[in-house]
């Protein structure tokens, strides 16, 4: 069984940072696992909306929002994942997921940002950031 724990979220000003965790149970993180985990993300009133990937084999994606303010990376040992978010705006304000699914990120191409490709998902964790 899967289980996907966030943690991290709170509150900041704008311009500060957060460390955002997702903690992995049954789920393996290891290099030539095929999948895919990545961080999304729901605004009050908005459709949620992948902000970044990491493949098994350590690529990146991100959503262009957040390219250069974001950082997404893992460990496999701990099988664990993180998004390193730094100079948050406001429009960052949202609950943040951790998902996963059993496919490369390279074959979703444009995709991953698509909540529809995911199977496993975290339970949120809120990130409010004030101006």
């Known amino acids: 069984q899967v289980q996907l724990v966030e943690s991290g979220g709170g509150s900041v000003q704008a311009g500060g940072s957060l460390r955002l965790s997702c903690a992995a149970s049954?789920?393996?993180?290891?290099?030539?696992?095929?999948?895919?985990m990545a961080w999304f993300r729901q605004g009050p009133g908005q459709e949620r909306e992948g902000v970044a990937a990491i493949a098994s084999n350590g690529g990146t994606y991100y959503a262009d929002s957040v390219k250069g303010r974001f950082s997404i990376s893992k460990e496999n040992a701990k099988n664990t994942m993180y998004l390193e978010m730094n100079r948050l705006e406001p429009e960052d304000t949202a609950v943040y997921y951790c998902?996963?699914?059993?496919?490369?990120?390279?074959?979703?191409?444009?995709?991953?940002?698509?909540?529809?490709?995911?199977?496993?998902w975290g339970q949120g964790t809120q990130v409010t950031v004030s101006s």
């Open positions: 998902a996963a699914v059993g496919v490369r990120c390279d074959f979703l191409g444009s995709t991953w940002r698509r909540s529809d490709r995911f199977t496993y």
């Open positions: 049954g789920y393996t993180f290891t290099t030539y696992s095929t999948n895919c």
